[in-house]
Antibody, heavy 119, light 110 residues
Framework: EVQLVQSGAEVKKPGESLKISCKGS????????IGWVRQMPGKGLEWMGIIYPGDSDTRYSPSFQGQVTISADKSISTAYLQWSSLKASDTAMYYC????????????WGQGTLVTVSS | QSALTQPASVSGSPGQSITISCTGT?????????VSWYQQHPGKAPKLMIYDVSNRPSGVSNRFSGSKSGNTASLTISGLQAEDEADYYCSSYTSSSTYVFGTGTKVTVL
């Protein structure tokens, strides 16, 4: 069974750093893309970027380029989303999502990680 | 790149058909047949309903169908049921080698 299991909810202060994770299981982690999607409270879905764990090829949506870093450790089948300095506006639910091939749809989603940034 | 444009809300009575539009540009919807539709119930992760404009994944009801004309894609739900009440998002691959979502549509079953 394909599963994407994300790390737990986080509460952070502005200016702090954070790295959240998404562990894939039940499939070959290195041969599927993993994307990250933001959903701010009461708002819509936003594509942040996508990574191919097999060779770490990473693509960022223009709005998120330079704002976050997406990475993956294929030895432990885990993808990451990280911030170096959080802002209150980073408060959101973050989903990881599996994509079969670039251009294709998301076929599996993680359960989401809620990040709250507040002083 | 800007979000694809969807109507904020669409409603219908049980048994009726509704259609949700998703308008982009030639750099996304109009340029590729890689449009997907997702259903999201409150507090849940999205679920894939349609991919590659008009294909249904296994397990998705045939009451859901998709199409595209020019820069606008559409999702039609026929035989509307109470369980279809949810938010719906379109998504397209883009010329920037990434993806963009639509603004989202709240479907209400009257």
């Amino acid at each position: 069974e394909v599963q994407l299991v994300q790390s737990g909810a986080e509460v952070k202060k502005p200016g702090e750093s954070l790295k959240i994770s998404c562990k894939g299981s039940g499939y070959s982690f290195t041969t599927y893309w993993i994307g990250w999607v933001r959903q701010m409270p009461g708002k819509g879905l936003e594509w942040m970027g996508i990574i191919y764990p097999g060779d770490s090829d990473t693509r960022y949506s223009p709005s998120f380029q330079g704002q976050v870093t997406i990475s993956a450790d294929k030895s432990i089948s885990t993808a990451y989303l990280q911030w170096s300095s959080l802002k209150a506006s980073d408060t959101a639910m973050y989903y990881c999502a599996r994509v079969d091939e670039l251009r294709g749809p998301v076929d599996y989603w993680g359960q989401g990680t809620l990040v709250t940034v507040s002083s | 790149q800007s979000a694809l444009t969807q109507p904020a809300s669409v409603s219908g009575s049980p048994g009726q058909s509704i259609t949700i539009s998703c308008t982009g540009t030639s750099s996304d919807v109009g340029g590729y047949n890689f449009v997907s539709w997702y259903q999201q119930h409150p507090g849940k992760a999205p679920k894939l309903m349609i991919y590659d404009v008009s294909n249904r994944p296994s397990g998705v009801s045939n009451r859901f169908s998709g199409s595209k004309s020019g820069n606008t894609a559409s999702l039609t739900i026929s035989g509307l049921q109470a369980e279809d009440e949810a938010d719906y998002y379109c998504s397209s691959y883009t010329s920037s080698s990434t993806y963009v979502f639509g603004t989202g549509t709240k479907v209400t079953v009257l």
